[in-house]
C-alpha cells in the first residue's frame, strides 16, 4: 500500500446484485488510468463501515464507495467520527453501481462515467459533513436526513415491503398517505425559538437531491457551513398529492405550508424513538442535535 492507494469498498449486492456484476470493468478503467485501487467487499449490513474504520486506523485516507446511496452512508459512517480530529482529511469517491447516489446529483447527471474520469483526473471538491447526536450515540451524513413523512414511508418499506422493489415502495407510500398525519417534533434552529408547531415531515439537507432525481432543498451548498432545513406544516393528503411532483424541480418550497431556513445548528427535544431516513437508510432513533462539520471531506467529484 501507498499513501495514493485507494480502497475501494464493493457492496456487490447493491442494485439487486448489478454492481457485483459491474464493479471488475469500473475498477480496471480505474486502474488503466493509472490509480492504485485496492479492494474490500462486504456481505452484509454495517460491514463496510467497519472496514473503513480499520482501515482508517491502520493510515489509509483515500477511499472508494462502490455501490447505492446505502454503501457511501456505510463509508461516511467509517470514516467518522475519527476523521473529524485527523489533521488529515479523507478522501472519498464514488461508483454508483447500485440503484444511485442521490448526493451525486448535486454534481452531475452522468453517474459512474463521471465519477470514473474525476477519479482519474484527481478532481475533488472539499464538503462539510453533518453530524446528529442521538439518545445512543451519533451517526453522519453528507446527503440528508428526514423525519416524518418522508422516513415514515421509508421506515415501513424497510421492515415490511423491502423485498417487494419499486411495488414495495408504492404499497409504503399509500399506506403512509392514509395514514398520514402532522406531529409536533419539538426543534430549535440556531438560537431561535422553540418551534413546537405541528409538521407533516422536515428534511435537514446537505445537498439539494434525494431519491434520485427529488430536489428536495433547492437551497443546499455542500460548502457553506450550513444544514438547509425544509418543514412542511399540517397539509392535507390531496394537498400533498398536489404538491409532490412539483419536488422534482424544487417548486415545492413556495408551498404556502413550506418553510425554509438554513443553520449550522438544530435542537431537537424528542422522549421518544422515530423513524428517521438518513441518506437513504432506515433507522429509529431520539434525536438530540444536528450540527455541521464544516470542510471535513474531500470528496472526487
Request: with cysteine; hydrophobic share 45%.
Amino acid at each position: 500500500m501507498t499513501d495514493d492507494a485507494y480502497l475501494a469498498v464493493i457492496n456487490p449486492a447493491a442494485g439487486g446484485g448489478r454492481c457485483g456484476k459491474r464493479f471488475p470493468a469500473a475498477l480496471e478503467r480505474l486502474r488503466e488510468g493509472g490509480l492504485e485501487v485496492e479492494t474490500a467487499q462486504t456481505s452484509g449490513p454495517g460491514e463496510a463501515t467497519e472496514l473503513v474504520r480499520e482501515a482508517w486506523a491502520q493510515g489509509r485516507r483515500r477511499f472508494i464507495a462502490v455501490g447505492g446511496d446505502g454503501t457511501g452512508y456505510e463509508v461516511v459512517n467509517g470514516l467518522f467520527p475519527l476523521a473529524a480530529d485527523s489533521e488529515h482529511r479523507p478522501v472519498l469517491g464514488f461508483l454508483p453501481l447500485g440503484t444511485g447516489n442521490s448526493f451525486l446529483r448535486d454534481f452531475t447527471d452522468q453517474g459512474a462515467e463521471h465519477t470514473i474520469e474525476a477519479l482519474i483526473a484527481g478532481a475533488r471538491k472539499t464538503i462539510d459533513v453533518v453530524r446528529m447526536v442521538h439518545e445512543a450515540g451519533q451517526l453522519h451524513y453528507i446527503n440528508l436526513l428526514s423525519i416524518g413523512f418522508v422516513a415514515d414511508v421509508n421506515g415501513l418499506r424497510a421492515r415490511r415491503f423491502s423485498r417487494w422493489g419499486e411495488f414495495g415502495y408504492v404499497l409504503s407510500v399509500i399506506a403512509g398517505v392514509l395514514g398520514l398525519k402532522s406531529r409536533i417534533f419539538p426543534m430549535r434552529i440556531e438560537d431561535g425559538e422553540l418551534d413546537s408547531s405541528p409538521q407533516v415531515f422536515c428534511s435537514f439537507n446537505n445537498s439539494k437531491f434525494t431519491g434520485g432525481k427529488m430536489m428536495m432543498a433547492p437551497h443546499a451548498e455542500t460548502d457553506d457551513g450550513t444544514i438547509a432545513v425544509v418543514k412542511v406544516a399540517k397539509m392535507g393528503r390531496w394537498s400533498l398529492l398536489a404538491t409532490f411532483p412539483k419536488i422534482f424541480s424544487g417548486a415545492h418550497i413556495s408551498h404556502p405550508a413550506v418553510t425554509t431556513a438554513q443553520a449550522a445548528r438544530i435542537d431537537l427535544e424528542l422522549t421518544e424513538n422515530i423513524d428517521v431516513m438518513v441518506d437513504g437508510e432506515a433507522l429509529e432513533v431520539i434525536p438530540r442535535t444536528l450540527e455541521v462539520v464544516p470542510g471535513a471531506l474531500d470528496v472526487v467529484v
